[in-house]
């Protein structure tokens, strides 16, 4: 996220409390959007204030989001007790391409664009997160690691998948495999990370999953006799 102190009273929030989204390329050639921008008109300073940095009564932001980010977490049953929490370790920034961490060093650049344009440049009166002291790709990597979050939307820890395919918990019917009666229906269930918010695609999903049951419990059509004269 990168943050900035306004020099006047920004407009009020809406219902929602971000007023804009923006789809982007940190490269020019690359076929899709592979960052996604909210643009919020308040100091959305969760994580940040705890870390030490500045905040602001008035201010903006701008949080550069990794579409279809490619490091992958690990959850755990901490025991065989289905009410104690699982050991989830998030495990951000650890795909071995780098890729995630281009694309977060590369948005944070766009954001900081975006707030130099003449429509916003005279509302900044100072960057408050990560600060014009944070310039360098390493330094740039450096912040985006200590502030990073999941935007709410973890997904794929009961990824679908062929037969054949050693990872997958549920199968193309959403079915669980080894246990009877039982279907997953959520965002669990993504083999792959979208490249936007999830709900619309969890709405599908379980669209889709009731269909599916509709038909397993359809009775049978009933057999043709083929009379004999």
Not at 6 to 20: H, I, L
Not at 24 to 50: C, I, K, Y
Not at 63 to 88: C, F, H, Q, W, Y
Request: glycine letters at 8%; one cysteine or more; charged letters at 25%.
């Amino acid at each position: 996220m990168v943050m900035w102190e306004a020099t006047r009273p920004v407009p009020g929030m809406s219902r929602q409390g971000w007023e804009a989204a923006l789809f982007a390329r940190t490269d020019p050639d690359a076929e899709e959007p592979d960052v996604m921008f909210h643009f919020g008109t308040s100091a959305f300073d969760l994580n940040t204030a705890q870390l030490g940095y500045p905040t602001a009564e008035q201010a903006f932001c701008l949080t550069p989001n990794v579409m279809r980010a490619k490091s992958e977490g690990v959850v755990r049953l901490r025991s065989g007790d289905p009410s104690t929490p699982p050991l989830i370790d998030f495990r951000y920034f650890t795909d071995p391409d780098g890729y995630d961490d281009h694309v977060i060093t590369e948005g944070v650049k766009l954001a900081r664009a975006i707030a130099g344009q003449p429509a916003l440049r005279p509302w900044v009166e100072r960057e408050l997160a990560p600060g014009p002291g944070v310039r360098t790709d390493e330094e740039i990597s450096e912040y985006a690691r200590r502030t990073a979050n999941t935007v709410y939307h973890p997904a794929g820890t009961c990824r679908m998948g062929a037969a054949d395919d050693p990872r997958a918990v549920v199968d193309p019917q959403l079915r669980v495999r080894g246990v009877g009666r039982l279907r997953v229906a959520d965002a669990s269930v993504f083999p792959t990370m979208i490249g936007t918010n999830p709900c619309i695609t969890c709405m599908m999903i379980g669209e889709k999953c009731a269909d599916l049951v509709k038909e397993a419990a359809a009775p049978a059509p009933p057999m043709e006799r083929n009379l004999v004269i």
